[in-house]
């Protein structure tokens, strides 16, 4: 049986040399990304900005138009209509009634679906959430704490396990994936939740796992070859690992894909942010991170200084445990 | 590499197995797995967002625990004055403002005592010294008395562990299944009941304070004053049917007096709320309806008057009836919120999410769906590519996906909406390690190593790398669990899960496989 190569054996492609267009690029794509966060804003959920959300299901397509007709009568505040999954659902979201008694939001719900039952067949609510200013708030903060923390922490944990260039490259191409990520959402105009930030969360994961990959080889590489230019090894090293990284990235995004199509509406959001992640975070391991180990001046001599100042034991451990001829 | 003792090869597929084994009673319907005398096995828990019902969120009301401290405050001073030994303290013109009570003493020669008095109705609060209230003498013979922040924070403490437990046991009084009732932070609960999708019903439950109490009328009191709302010394003006009504303040019972309650009908056929009292509580009861025939009683609910019948006998039995324009389902709730006890804190709902039970069905079957497609995709996927290794990648993937389903089952671990998200990720990134070691492999061949030297090295130059990779992914995931709140948790169970199980099916599991097939077949080439 002949194989699936979906990367050629031996690739060399140049990505060095193709890195000045790259950072112009992801500068421009970043830029444009914080920009449009900036101007348009992200279309928060209740998670985080407190709120009532209803999900209400149609026994066929739902009728938006007299749906809003018969909210807008109630009077009862700004009310959103939203409409991303299936086209018999659709979301209602409002603002919590001003004064907040046990009752209060209770009556509300009740109210809304007294209004829709006037013209519809009545179904129960598929989903009711209501959440507080006060928790809202909360989880925000939570929720961009735990972002950052993530990104210190792996950014950490490169300065340690490997030089300090690689943390800082590492942490500059995490911030781009996660900029990508909340532009796809302000240009979208997706519900951004709490489901989300799961999302941003596991790209971050995800994203470093494939620059902590390259970054290995690299200093595999480091070693191996000690008189070769930074700028030609980081191209092996990229080249080297790059039928794993296509690899994985095509068994990711083949899951996330029956997930996106198969997977139900409510995680649609969550699984369109992963599959955009996987790609971002592809395209800044192979262009950005380990490019910017150049840029960012990895002292090559330094490296080989430490590395012969090394535990010699350890090498020759690691010799002895090699079986065959040496290459 | 090739050194596989049968003992390795026995523990390793005996951690699989057992792995494994312990996902199928998730897999078998529960009636089914009771009548095969399964029915203690552990099963996988759906979260809410699967098994449709209600969460809810409840926060005590702190400024409302300062207020009521005060109220209560003040009426301690009073007695504990009048009470004094060897002789009583007049005081006068008792006020609570904010966070402080004060009031003067008649006698200046009194003000000492006085002070002694108030100091021995403070408590201490923790280790450092501070007590909960503390006692000023201002103007010579005025008191004040100012709570602490300490002494509120301990009050909202112990408090909030009282509550959850009468929370538990409203919820428990309902019958629902498996519902979690857990103190958050400092003072929260979160009350998640699946299967029940009527929050409405659940929070007149459980925000229900339930206070009870029991007070003569006064009958006495000047009708001009009392619409007035002026009480008469001694006594309290409550609303009783939209019109005030004077009561004597002391409770001559109170719902700590209770033995039980229960839903009953009167002898209207009114749904009515029988309770019972403890013996102690009988006693009282009877000495005052012997004392008070033919004088109004009144019922009080959470400062409100719920009924004011004449006592026309006394009543020795112990028992009462508490009626008052209930209906079958209020009545049982007041039932139930008598019976667990009185909220020692006012809950107040400030997050609330219900799940209906057909949104849940679908989303777990399009999440079978989307995780078996996924599957099959990846191991279509990875047997084109890497061929024998492919498979043997395969078998730990699917390996895999049983040992997190039974490892979840064991550690209680819930599955949610984006859990489910969390395990096709899983699927996806379980291969990972496989396609670094495949084509580490592929390298190691081209090279012009045998067999026997590429696979090695493909192992053993792969684990480092997978190590650092998987190293920074359980970051994430640790951060997720840690900061997380509700989705974003149930997604880290699952992702931490999966990155312990991956790395052990594909790194060692595989490399069994592979190591026997060398062991056995000797091949010179290989197809990779």
Redesign the interface.
Known sequence: MRLLKIVPDNTNIGFVKLRGWAFGLTLLLTIAAGVLVGVRGLNLGVDFVGGLMIEAKFPGDAPIDNVRKHIDALGIGDAQLQQFGPKDTVSIRLPLPPVHDEGATNALVAKVQTALAQDHVILPFNQVDTVSGKVSDELIWKGIFAVVAAVFCIALFGIVRFEWQFGVATFISIFHDVLMTLGFFALTRYEFDLNIVAAVLTIIGYSINDKIVIDDRIRENLRKYRQMPLGELIDLSVNETLPRTVMTSLTILLALASLLFFGGHVLRGFTAAMMLGVVVGTYSSIYVSSSLLITLGLDKSRFRQMEEAGDKKKAARARAERIGPKA | MLDFPRWKIASILGVLLVGILLAVPSFIPESTAKQWGLGFAPRINYGL?LAGGSHI?L?ADTADVAKSRLTNMEDTVRGAMRKNTPAPIAIGDISANGNTLSFFVRDPAQVDAAVDTARNLTQPVGTTGTRDWNVQVVDSTRIVMTQTQGGIDQFVKQAMTGAVDIVRKRIDALGTKEPTIALQGSDRILVEVPGQ?N??EL??LI?KTAKLEFKLVDTQADPAKVAANLPPIGDQILPYQGRPLAVFRQAILTGGDLKSARQDYDQNGQPSVSISFNAKGSRAFAETTQQNVGKPFAIILDGEVISAPNINEPILGGTASIAGGFTAQTAQTLAIALQSGSLPITL?????????P??GQ??I???I???A??VA??IV??F????RFGLYADLAVLINVFVILGLMAVLNATLT??G???F??T???A??AN??IN?RI??ER??G??V??SV?LGY??AS??IF??????A???L??LL??????KG??VV?LFGIATSVFTSVTFTRMLVALWIRRQRPQAM??
């Open positions: 967002d969120l926060e999708q929050p409405a929070k007149a925000g107040k709902t400030v997050e609330e999410r219900t799940v209906g057909g949104l679908d989303s079957h399009a999440g769906i989307a995780s497609i996924a995709a990846v996927f990875m084109l590519t890497y061929g909406l984006p489910i998200a969390g096709v990720l699927i996806g990134t291969v990972d396609v670094l084509e592929r390298e081209r090279r190593r045998n026997v030297q090695e053993k130059e480092r790398t650092e990779a998987n190293m920074t992914h970051i994430t995931g951060i997720m900061l997380g709140s509700g989705p974003v997604f880290a992702l197809n990779i």
